[in-house]
């Protein structure tokens, strides 16, 4: 058993211990075996490179904006912890902005497809605690979050050490790692009811509440680490899977007798298995690949902050006839993209059901889900930084007053609204800046066609590519084989700066399932060859992770909204008035229930 010491500039009681200690050798899972489903049926500032860089990170310019919040008046600042239970939502309010229903916390569910698995993920429950109004360290130094792959030994001993105190920490403590990890398990898999809406359940992904919570959920893991070890300005690393430097799992995350292990990972994926963003034969290809996949997600199809950000959601949405509702999610591009396919990549292999990081409930217990997730929060610095004057966040009050509760360094419960943190240097923290190749990574169209450019040949051209395409109806049953399917273009944009758009409509899967699809427009149609990211034709894809609870349907029903105005111009297709989707299946089976192109401002 470890003996304690008392740590002057924490002022907490701290364990003593050694880095190489078997506290942390890999455990024996005692999870049941999987049984198989029923049948799925349809009804530091300093700039490091690998080599010479042309593209780096720059600093985002956003304005500090109002703190006023009709809530402050309707629910009163600093409610009383768990004591809410009587709250009652203004019928006639003009804005819906969500907010987590403490009091109704109740165990988070993980739906089997066989059986409902419970899970408790609340809080603690604290006497006499108060929910106190988030105010940012401010200060005059920034913390500069680290590439894992470039950390000295020095800071890894400091990591190190943080991570086991918090790991050693009581279990009823708010800031022990278990407790941290629970954060994630409760808001996307249905502990949390939204105020005013006991009905609705809280979810944080699949919208424009994506980046915002797992911002804040990183800040406020990062300042608990810093108060362990006494270090207010340390900073947990990011995995820079984006570059060809940090492509592989971090070395740092794979020694089994560091308190960053976590034995539910793919052990085919370690040690230096490049991150599969998409597919790629060579490990070079895998590398090339994936800067292209970068390219698509970060400046192809992210223009616009409903196309980055996600869909919007609004406190009891249900309905698509009320004003703005979204009732089905849907995740902005690098979201349902990298975002999916590196939790995917890390999870384990086999059933029961891809822990650690391989499903929303148990991601958190995996130390590697903060780096992660600290270059997902990178990428909305650097979407900021792109040229396109609509990359800017959205100014709905509806998002900037919507809020999460996280417990902070000193175990306080702290209520954190999205205009909170929409500048990490407000909240006193930045990424060291590193290469962006991706930025150089730029799709070709796949072949020249002959009279490209010249409307009559190229009429003839697309006229040729229309020939015997499915005309199948709707819906289509995307399962083992490709489908291609001539789309009509809308004439005029209603405004000449609005984003032409593919949407896939009504898409229907299994929760529960892992589902993958690749779309790309007027491709050469050899099924033995695909489009790949590097070319032009390639457009995007949807991935579903295993994300079920218990309080859902079963059946997950949402849209995909694919961005085409770059790779129409580079095919130079503005002036036809259809293009041919191709759908490749990957993995799994959906059904999609309409296609058509839209414009969105």
Known sequence: MASTTNSPSTGLTLPNFSIQTSAFLPKTSQRSIFKKKKPFNFNSKRVVSCKASNGKQNDADTSFLNRFDRRDILLGLGGSLYGATSLVRDPFAL????????????????DTSKACMNVPCCPPKLKDSKIIDFEPHLGC????????????????????????????LPVDDPRNFMQQANIHCAYCNGAYSQVGFPDQKLEVHYSWLFFPFHRMYLYFF?????????????????WNWDSPCG????????????????????????????????????????????????????????????????????????????????????????????????????????PPYNEDMGNFYSAGRDPLFYAHHGNVDRMWNIWKTLPGKKRRDFDEKDWLNSSFLFYDENANMVRVKVRDCLDSKTLGYDYQSVDIPWLRSKPTPRRRRPGVGQGQ?????????????????????????????????????????DEEVLVLQNIQLDRNDSVQFYVSINDDEDDDNPCKPEESEFVGSFTNIPHGDCHSESMLSTNLYLPLSEALEDLELQREDSIVVTLLPKEGEVSIGNIKIDYVC
């Open 141 to 168: 130094k920034i913390r500069y979050r680290p590439a894992a792959h470039l950390v000295d030994r020095d800071y890894l001993y400091k990591f190190e050490s943080a991570m086991e105190r918090m790991k050693a």
């Open 222 to 238: 990062d300042r608990i680490l810093g108060k362990l070890i006494g270090d207010p300005d340390f900073a947990m690393p990011f």
């Open 457 to 497: 040949d190229q009429g003839q051209d697309v006229a040729a590519r229309r020939k015997g395409k499915n005309r199948r109806g709707f819906p289509i049953v995307l399962d083992k084989v490709a489908v291609r399917i001539e789309i009509p273009r809308l004439k005029k944009p209603k405004n000449k700066d």
């Open 247 to 350: 492509m592989t799992m971090p070395q740092i995350y794979l020694d089994p007798y560091s308190p960053l292990y976590d034995e539910n990972r793919n052990l085919e994926h370690q040690p230096d298995v490049v991150v599969n963003l998409n597919d790629g034969k060579s490990v070079r290809e895998q590398r090339n690949r994936n800067l292209y996949v970068m390219y698509q997600q970060m400046v192809r199809s992210s223009k616009t902050a409903s196309c980055f950000h996600g869909a919007v959601y609004r406190a009891g949405c249900v309905s698509e006839t009320d004003i703005g509702c979204t009732p089905e999610p849907r995740g902005g591009t690098l979201e349902n993209g990298a975002h999916l396919a590196v939790h995917k990549f890390v999870g384990a292999k086999n």
């Open 95 to 110: 804005a819906d902005p969500i907010e987590p229903d403490l009091s109704s916390c109740g165990e988070s569910t993980v």
